[in-house]
């Protein structure tokens, strides 16, 4: 086995999944967020985790229980992968392969990767705006039917990134989601606005009323991975998203 | 990211350039505008401000259980040399900018041979 290979690990076998979000520390931890809320509030369960030889020895410890830092939930057809620490650069690539493999094998009808666009002005932003990068003219279309804007042109770097470019090679319908969000610190609002968007797309009604309520209390919270989250960022050169591409007209 | 004997968190901060101006961000949510005492000293900019309550980690670690944070505080080192006159402070949606001036080098002109 490849040290760098990154394999997920079902401890209750499942069979099939409609949609598989994924929400890694990212601009503002919008993704983590998101993804962590709606897992309280539709009480989705634990079912599995990523492993590989190559992440670091590190177990997180919630309520006197070890558990490895990436893990998957599911709740009837749906399914998060969430990770508590940044992933390592090096291993983005073989951590989106393994995610859209295994996606694949449970004929996932749609990825759709939480995360967030730094914007400057977030500040003036009472609402932060979400914008779509669907992999296909179909996923295109679905978010055209439910006024998600597409993002049109720029730079996208991270596990998203290397999600999406997996999920068109290999032909798996998917979607990044990105909400306007503060770079540097915990952005709760948009968090919110993702779970809005989500609404959306899988007509659910997630109440967003207690995250924003929490907003203060989850910024001090998430300090510190948000701290670790911009060295990784750094190191994946997340300051391209912020570049001007070269554009042909 | 915290200081137990202090009873302090140390808040994210950011600090960013222009050619004459070096801007401070600091995120300082659960705090009122009147809390925050920001003063310039010799090693930076000095952030201190009271939280509108005490945070607790109830769960977390062995010591810090039973600790409850009161403040945030911090000391942003400084990019460049600033000057105290004309100092603008706000404070916005959590975030406080702080936005000074750099202290301007005595021109001198080169000539060109």
């Known amino acids: 086995m490849d040290r760098m290979s990154v394999r997920v690990i079902e401890a209750t076998p499942i069979s099939r999944c409609k949609y598989c979000l994924i929400g890694v520390p990212d601009v503002g931890l919008v993704g983590s967020i998101a993804l962590s809320y709606l897992i309280h509030e539709q009480a989705l369960t634990e079912i599995g985790h990523l492993e590989s030889d190559a992440f670091q020895p590190i177990v997180v410890v919630h309520r006197g229980d070890p558990k490895p830092p990436c893990r998957l939930y599911r709740k009837d057809d749906l399914i998060a992968v969430v990770s508590e620490i940044p992933i390592d650069p090096s291993l983005i690539p073989s951590t989106a392969r393994a995610v859209v493999e295994w996606a694949r094998a449970k004929h996932t009808e749609l990825i759709i990767a939480f995360s967030g666009i730094a914007v400057p002005n977030r500040l003036e932003i009472e609402v932060p705006a979400v914008y779509g990068v669907g992999s296909s003219d179909a996923v295109k279309t679905l978010l055209k039917e439910v006024d998600i804007p597409l993002f049109e042109e720029g730079f996208l770097v991270g596990l998203h990134s290397a999600t999406m470019t997996e999920c068109v090679k290999t032909g798996v319908p998917s979607l990044i989601l990105l909400a306007q969000a503060h770079l540097r610190y915990p952005d709760p609002g948009a968090a919110a606005s993702l779970i809005t968007a989500f609404n959306k797309l899988a007509g659910l009604e997630v109440d967003i009323a207690k995250l924003l309520a929490q907003e203060d209390e989850i910024r001090v919270r998430m300090r510190e991975l948000m701290q670790r989250t911009q060295q990784q960022m750094q190191q994946t050169q997340k300051g391209r998203e912020q570049e001007i591409p070269p554009m042909f007209v | ?113």
């Open chain 2, 1 to 113: 990211m915290w200081d137990l004997g202090r009873g302090s968190l140390e808040p994210l901060a950011s600090v960013s350039e222009t050619e004459d101006r070096v801007i401070v961000e600091v995120d300082l949510p659960l705090v009122r505008k009147d809390d925050i005492r920001i003063r310039l000293i010799e090693g930076g900019l000095e952030v201190e401000a009271s939280l509108t309550r005490c945070v607790r980690f109830a769960r977390w670690g062995t010591v810090q259980r039973s600790c409850e944070f009161r403040s945030f505080y911090k000391l942003v080192p400084l990019p460049s040399p600033v000057v105290a006159d004309g100092v603008q402070a706000t404070f916005k949606r959590g975030i406080l900018r702080v936005v000074l001036r750099k202290r301007r080098a005595r021109e001198h002109r080169i000539p060109i041979e």
